[in-house]
């Protein structure tokens, strides 16, 4: 496990696109896995400086994301939620340099318009299956 990440007991974490000793400008993706369908959150600073990610998919259960959590991952394309409701977003920098084509992917059942609430004035484009929802 890179030593940028702290594996959590009950959530599982896998990393393609790099090996264990990657490096925060080698490109990678994050696939985090709830099994037990715990509730959970992203911290203050959790992915920051990651430049080399590019995707990243949350399991449901995501309850928040801390203020600063994806500073400066400009390679960031892809976000994926498995949540029905968007999780609360606390601070106005969570997302600070992420690139402006970053794509959310979310679930056919999710409640579209308050997705596009939590992302107001983001730039991000939010997709369902093949809908996109233009948030601008």
């Known amino acids: 496990m890179p030593k940028f990440i702290k594996q959590s007991i009950d959530l599982k ?13 080698q ?4 696939v985090i896995e709830n099994d037990k369908n715990y509730f959970y ?9 990651s430049f080399g990610l590019q995707a990243i998919t949350f399991p449901a259960g995501l309850m928040s994301i ?4 994806f500073n400066m991952c400009r390679n960031l394309r892809s976000i994926t ?12 920098q969570v997302f600070k340099d992420v690139p ?8 056919p ?6 997705w ?19 948030n601008n």
């Open 27 to 30: 490109n990678f993706s994050i």
């Open 66 to 69: 801390s203020d600063y959590a």
């Open 41 to 49: 959150n992203i911290g203050f600073n959790a992915f920051a400086a």
């Open 13 to 25: 974490i896998h990393i393609s696109g790099a090996d264990e000793d990657i490096s925060l400008n």
């Open 81 to 92: 939620f498995k949540n029905i409701t968007p999780p609360a977003i606390n601070g106005e």
């Open 109 to 114: 059942s999710a409640d579209k318009k308050l």
């Open 116 to 134: 596009l609430s939590v992302f107001l004035n983001s730039g991000f484009r939010i997709i369902e299956e093949n809908i996109i929802f233009e």
């Open 100 to 107: 402006l084509d970053c794509q959310i992917f979310i679930p």
